[in-house]
């Protein structure tokens, strides 16, 4: 290619492929037809990923068996939405195959999708499922070599899938459970001393609405959930949802219980109500802070003072010490998602002033003569800001025409 400056752009197979992965599979198709070269090239986007099921999707629309033969070395993707054609069924020998994702109101399938995921049990990486119960999907899922994320919703796990559902947690490093109900946890959750409730592998846990109904007295659902997080000693991100009866035990449990165990945290998303207090005991363990995005909680002057400091708390030999951190919060924060507020604290001003590497900021109000008056903006970065701004100067007079202008100029960088 280098010795040949006149060749044609469209007759050069990397460029075709690097402007592939960009187009619609509707484009694809369209490229396709364009010349054998753009064919061999692109046919490989066209089936990455497999969708069986949306709306308005005929079975004419699902690809033929024999098509399914001749392109399975393509498929990366499979996705099935309360539809299993049978043309799938006897699918195998997809050597490329990372990721299966269905949805079942019944079972009737479920025995289907599981000879599919034992074929290809060795590749598999990434399983999402919605379905009512996965009785039957445990050891199938202890048979898959390379599982590291599962995404379950809608899904009762009965007593005797618990030790299974344990056993495939200990291989995951992503899982992600919504509206997921629990019988109990282990006979010895509570009182074990041995790694067994420990999962080293795992560094990213998504819980929305789940709950566990037996436990012993007096823990609630959420504070058993909270020492099951506990668990995780290289978890970076987080990111839960609860009522606000039941979050109090949870993050009493996880970050405000001695030792700590969150500072691995880098990405934390609570959609929660916590005070300004509590939400600087948490910032005051994290190492490293990326993503902050506590849409209900309280971000006061205590949670700034964490977010500024050069020094946080860890635990050595059983007791809490201040330490110098390596970098201070505000300095590796990219992305904060704060309370909507009408307060006018400082709050806003404050963070753009302070973060360098600040790409997203939401919530708060910031007055036109905070900004006026305060530190320059740091946050070169910034692209994407939502904030409430308050004109709080006479717009009549010289200064207060200056200090708007300067207000909208900086918003507008």
């Not at 592998?201 to 997080?229: E, K, Q, W, Y």
């Not at 207090?277 to 003072?305: H, N």
């Not at 990219?334 to 973060?355: A, F, M, P, W, Y």
Request: proline share 3%; hydrophobic share 35%.
């Amino acid at each position: 290619m280098m010795n040949n400056l006149k060749l044609n752009p469209l007759e050069i197979p990397e460029l075709i492929s690097l402007v592939g992965g960009y187009l619609s599979r509707n484009d694809l198709c369209s490229c396709i037809r364009v010349s054998k070269l753009f064919h061999d090239t692109l046919i490989k986007y066209v089936w990455r990923r497999i969708t069986v099921g949306c709306r308005r999707q005929s079975q004419s629309c699902y690809p033929t068996k024999k098509a399914l033969k001749s392109h399975k070395k393509y498929i990366e993707e499979l996705v099935f939405y309360y539809r299993f054609p049978d043309r799938f069924m006897s699918l195998q020998g997809c050597d490329r195959l990372r990721s299966i994702e269905y949805s079942y109101e019944s079972l009737s399938s479920q025995s289907q999708i599981l000879n599919l995921i034992k074929s290809h049990s060795s590749t598999i990486v990434k399983l999402k499922v919605d379905c009512s119960s996965l009785r039957e999907i445990w050891r199938t899922l202890l048979g898959c070599a390379h599982l590291e994320d599962l995404a379950i919703s809608t899904t009762y796990i009965s007593g005797d899938e618990v030790d299974l559902f344990f056993q495939v947690f200990k291989k995951l490093k992503r899982l992600d459970m919504e509206r997921v109900y629990i019988n109990h946890l282990p006979s010895d959750f509570l009182n074990n001393d041995t790694e067994k409730f420990i999962f080293p592998n795992a560094n990213t846990l998504r819980l929305i609405d789940v709950v566990i109904f037996s436990r012993p007295h007096p823990h609630t659902s959420s504070s058993c959930l909270g020492m099951l997080t506990r668990g995780l000693p290289a978890l970076h991100s987080y990111d839960s949802e609860w009522d606000a009866q039941t979050v109090h035990d949870f993050c009493k449990t996880v970050f405000l219980q001695r030792p700590y165990t969150a500072s691995s945290i880098s990405d934390l998303c609570l959609r929660v109500k916590i005070k300004d207090e509590d939400m600087a005991a948490i910032l005051r363990q994290i190492t490293v802070l990326r993503r902050l995005d506590i849409p209900f909680c309280d971000f006061g002057p205590l949670s700034i003072r964490e977010l500024l400091a050069d020094e946080q708390e860890i635990t050595e030999d059983g007791h809490i010490v201040r330490k110098k951190r390596g970098q201070r919060l505000c300095d590796s924060v990219e992305i904060l998602e704060l309370r909507h507020s009408e307060k006018i604290d400082g709050v806003v001003q404050t963070i753009l002033s302070n973060c360098p590497r600040l790409k997203r900021l939401r919530g708060y109000s910031v007055a036109v003569t905070e900004i006026a008056d305060g530190a320059e903006w740091v946050c070169t970065g910034l692209t994407d800001m939502k904030v409430r701004l308050v004109v709080d100067v006479d717009q009549k007079t010289a200064k207060g025409i200056d200090s708007e202008g300067l207000c909208i100029n900086a918003c507008a960088s």
